[in-house]
């Protein structure tokens, strides 16, 4: 869910600017799942640009506010918003943990790494969201520590329905500062991309493992 429409199109702007969303709708990416794309998003270049960091990072931070009021802990999945989440946590003067995809083999053997208390409440941070499962692993993991998860809150989504979903089924509330919709308009509106590159776009996302195989 989008909680501030200005705060998404200028997300969107930010992203689409320094090239941590790339449309290729004429050559597209191949995704680990095996999904080809027309669009791949890697937030964490975001870290490498100072000035629109700390605008993301402000903007979690003002909406886990607004949202949850301050938790006790910010919890981030790793590893692509290991990052973010440390800054959001910073900024928010809070204790910062994130968790692993499965725990470690070795040594202590964590899956959630940083101190985290039983029944502390705890505000996930996300990069991307695409068809939400690793979130929710996340989730998982933090649920068996006995911490009481207010939400997830991500930076984009690329707003599959399967996504929205697996939240509800898992009754996790997700807000994104932008997502896919929001995205294509700001791309529309700066010429990022033809028309008939952005039928491309929307196309896929109706059915990209059907898309993927056209």
């Known amino acids: 869910m989008i909680l501030n429409k200005d705060t998404a199109e200028k997300t969107a702007d930010l992203l689409l600017q320094i090239n941590a969303i790339k449309l290729q709708p004429q050559n597209p990416f191949l995704w680990a799942s095996g999904w080809k794309s027309p ?5 964490r270049v975001i870290l490498s640009y100072p000035p629109i960091r700390n605008y993301v990072r402000e903007h979690i931070a003002q909406q886990i506010e607004t949202l949850y009021g301050k938790p006790d802990v910010i919890a981030a999945v790793a590893t692509g918003a290991i990052g973010i989440g440390m800054l959001v946590a910073d900024y928010l003067n809070l204790p910062f943990v994130y968790v692993r995809p499965e725990a470690k083999g070795h040594g202590r053997q964590n899956q959630i790494e940083g101190k985290l208390d039983a029944n502390q409440s705890v505000v996930v ?41 697996n939240f509800k089924k898992e009754n996790i509330a997700l807000h994104t500062l932008s997502d896919y919709d929001h995205l294509l308009g700001q791309a529309e509106k700066a010429n990022y991309i033809s028309n008939k590159e952005l039928d491309t776009i929307k196309s896929w996302r109706e059915n990209p493992a059907e898309w993927s195989n056209t």
């Open 125 to 165: 941070v996300e990069d991307l969201i695409s068809t939400g499962k690793s979130s929710l692993n996340a989730v998982k993991a933090l649920n068996e520590a006995q911490v009481k998860v207010k939400g997830m809150i991500a930076i984009f989504t690329y707003g599959f329905q399967i996504a929205q979903d």
């Open 39 to 43: 669009i791949y998003c890697d937030n």
